[in-house]
C-alpha cells in the first residue's frame, strides 16, 4: 500500500508537545510508536564517569515532554492521549498548541549532528538569525553574543531553550 505522503495535496500533521508524567518520556514515545504516530524524543548523548568506568547515557533534553505528529481532531489524538503516561497536550485558551516545524526540524537536525549542546534560560526576543554554510546550514535561532557567540533555538510552546557555541560560523539577520 501506497504512504498517505505519496498523494497529492497531502501535509504532514503538525507536531504538538505532549507533557508526559515524570520518568515517563520513552515509554511513552514507545507506546505511541506502536500505535503509529510519529514522535520525537529529543535526547543528548552524555559520557557519565566514574572512578571506575565511564558509560554513555542518553539524557533528555526537554524532561516531561515529547513530541508528536498528529491532526488535532483525530482518531489518533484520542489514542495519544489515553496513552499510558501522558497528561495531555500542550494548550492554550483550551486548543492545542502546535509547534513549528521549522523548531522541530532545528532541534532533529542539531542532535543528529551531536553538536555540543546544553539547556539555556527561555530566549523569546532578540536578533533572529541564520546559519550560512557548514554542516548546520540553515539552522535559525535568536543570537546570545554575551560572553562566546552562541546560536539559542527556542521552543516557545513548552518555553524551554537549547544553546549551541557557533564560532567561526556565519550568520545572516533574519
Same mark, same amino acid.
Given at each position: =500500500?501506497?504512504?498517505?505522503s505519496h498523494f497529492?495535496?497531502?501535509? /504532514?500533521p503538525?507536531? !504538538?508537545?505532549?507533557?508526559?508524567?515524570?520518568?515517563?518520556?520513552k515509554?511513552?514515545? $514507545?507506546?505511541?510508536?506502536? /500505535?503509529g504516530?510519529?514522535?520525537?524524543?529529543?535526547?543528548l548523548e552524555?559520557i557519565h564517569?566514574?572512578?571506575?568506568?565511564k @558509560?554513555?547515557?542518553d539524557?533528555?533534553?526537554?524532561?516531561g !515532554?515529547?513530541?508528536? *505528529?498528529?491532526?488535532?481532531a483525530? @482518531? #489518533?489524538r484520542?489514542d495519544?492521549?489515553?496513552t499510558?503516561?501522558?497528561i495531555? =497536550?500542550?494548550?492554550f485558551?483550551g486548543k492545542a498548541?502546535?509547534?513549528?516545524?521549522?523548531?522541530i526540524?532545528d532541534l532533529?537536525?542539531? &542532535?543528529s549532528? @551531536?553538536m555540543?549542546?546544553? &539547556?539555556?534560560a527561555?530566549?523569546?526576543?532578540?536578533q533572529?538569525v541564520?546559519?550560512?554554510?557548514?554542516a548546520?546550514?540553515g539552522l535559525?535561532?535568536?543570537? $546570545?553574543q *554575551?560572553?562566546? /557567540?552562541?546560536?539559542v533555538?527556542s521552543?516557545?510552546?513548552i518555553?524551554?531553550?537549547? #544553546?549551541?557555541?557557533?564560532e567561526g !560560523?556565519?550568520?545572516?539577520?533574519?
Amino acid at each position: =500500500m501506497t504512504p498517505a505522503s505519496h498523494f497529492p495535496g497531502y501535509e /504532514k500533521p503538525p507536531w !504538538y508537545a505532549i507533557q508526559t508524567r515524570y520518568r515517563f518520556e520513552k515509554k511513552v514515545t $514507545d507506546h505511541l510508536q506502536r /500505535k503509529g504516530i510519529e514522535t520525537f524524543l529529543p535526547v543528548l548523548e552524555e559520557i557519565h564517569r566514574w572512578s571506575d568506568r565511564k @558509560k554513555r547515557i542518553d539524557a533528555l533534553l526537554f524532561s516531561g !515532554y515529547v513530541f508528536a *505528529r498528529v491532526q488535532a481532531a483525530s @482518531k #489518533a489524538r484520542l489514542d495519544l492521549l489515553h496513552t499510558i503516561g501522558v497528561i495531555g =497536550m500542550i494548550e492554550f485558551a483550551g486548543k492545542a498548541v502546535p509547534v513549528p516545524a521549522k523548531q522541530i526540524e532545528d532541534l532533529q537536525r542539531l &542532535l543528529s549532528q @551531536k553538536m555540543p549542546c546544553s &539547556l539555556h534560560a527561555f530566549l523569546k526576543v532578540g536578533q533572529r538569525v541564520r546559519i550560512r554554510g557548514g554542516a548546520l546550514d540553515g539552522l535559525e535561532g535568536i543570537l $546570545d553574543q *554575551r560572553g562566546e /557567540k552562541r546560536l539559542v533555538i527556542s521552543v516557545e510552546t513548552i518555553q524551554r531553550s537549547v #544553546a549551541i557555541r557557533i564560532e567561526g !560560523y556565519d550568520v545572516e539577520l533574519i
